[in-house]
């Protein structure tokens, strides 16, 4: 018996913090597309269920077109069942929408859905059962215990928490957890583990890496799970060291070796790390020019830190010793103090300077 664990797919969700207006709507649509892939990939794989464990949705904005994608797609899967347990952005759901027969929900207290000895449950926390539920989970140690629960993972109880110890000893084999957007399997006992299946795309740069579900096959008592990368695009932080890169063209070099074999198609941030002389030419505007069209997307942050030898200016008589040694003394704080240099240094030279 075959099963998949999904979670955080934050349909409809903004992403115009880094794309565009015109790509976040291609993206929302691409997430959409990989919900459908995912729900071929069941009904290819003769999965018997698919446990959505919570996030479905971003919040009340999403759309009736999507729900409405959402519910065709299911009901063109009648073999398969989906269990759908809200998380803490699923706060409008499917509204007045008519629900196909093989979409199954959750709610406050804890509901059992079973597939021969497989036992699926499952509970929506809230402020009020968010310390009884742990009292009121009920399983039995013959049957194949699955618990579907959204939250982070924790050593206390409390609302939107998952506590970890107090599910120990309950016969749970597997424990399927939404709310984090990474990867992670490990022991939660003698009897089990816990894993959160990451989100199915990633929508940030704080969602960096492969992403996709938890494939679990089920055989003699046994919960055996796998990661299944389904992502249709990846996003990548690529670190760039331009320490003793002075031209600008090295540090266009330095960076190309760093992307080389990444697909166009993925969404890269690459990282200017390490130090930085007065003489480096850093034009952060010349080198996205330079890797447009690169990538999907493209996006450019400065991390390395100005190196200023001390001794070099102490007694440099110049306009330009004078104003480090100014700027040096004065109470700003160290960034501050490499921004203004920066852009002195530059002033000083006949750049024109952007403020």
């Known amino acids: 018996m075959k099963f998949i664990h999904c979670s955080d797919i934050h349909l409809d969700s903004r992403m115009e913090s880094n794309l565009s207006a015109s790509q976040a709507r291609e993206r929302n649509a691409e997430i959409c597309a990989t919900f459908g892939r995912l729900v071929d990939y069941a009904a290819e794989q003769n999965v018997t269920a698919v ?42 759901a499917f509204g007045g929408m008519q629900k196909p027969e093989n979409l199954k929900t959750f709610s406050s207290e804890w509901t059992y859905y079973r597939y021969g000895d497989v036992v699926i449950a499952g509970l929506e926390q809230d402020r009020d059962n968010c310390l009884s539920m742990y009292r009121d989970l009920k399983l039995s140690p013959e049957d194949t215990n699955i618990v579907m629960l959204h939250g982070q993972e924790s050593t206390q109880p409390g609302e939107e928490l998952v506590c970890l110890p107090m599910l120990r000893g309950k016969h749970i ?3 399927a957890l939404g709310h984090i957007h990474s990867y992670k399997c490990e ?4 009897e089990g583990k816990y894993c ?30 796998e990661f299944v990368p389904f992502a249709r695009r990846t996003l990548l932080e690529v670190p760039v060291d331009i320490t003793g890169l002075t031209a600008v063209s090295r540090i266009l070099e330095a960076a190309e070796q760093a992307t080389a074999g ?94």
């Open 51 to 92: 446990l959505i464990a919570g996030d479905l949705f971003d919040t009340a904005r999403v759309t009736a077109q999507t729900v409405g994608f959402v519910l065709d797609r299911i009901a063109g899967a009648p073999d398969v069942d989906f269990l759908y347990l809200r998380g803490n952005h699923d706060e409008a």
């Open 173 to 175: 084999r597997y424990l």
């Open 187 to 190: 022991k939660l006992d003698l």
């Open 196 to 225: 959160y299946c990451g989100c199915l795309e990633g929508r940030g740069f704080d969602e960096c890496g492969e992403k996709g579900f938890v494939l679990l096959t089920v055989e003699n008592g046994r919960v055996m799970p």
């Open 262 to 355: 990444i697909s166009r198609e993925n969404l890269v941030k690459l990282t200017l790390t390490g130090s930085f002389t007065l003489e480096t030419q850093k034009d952060l505007h010349f080198l996205q020019k330079m890797l447009e069209g690169k990538f999907y997307f493209l996006k450019i942050k400065d991390e390395s830190r100005l190196k200023i030898e001390k001794e070099t200016y102490e007694h440099d008589i110049s306009l330009k010793g004078e104003f480090i040694r100014l700027v040096m003394a004065s109470d700003k704080t160290d960034e501050e103090k490499e921004q203004i240099i920066s852009c002195g240094i530059r002033a000083l030279s006949g750049e024109e300077v952007a403020l």
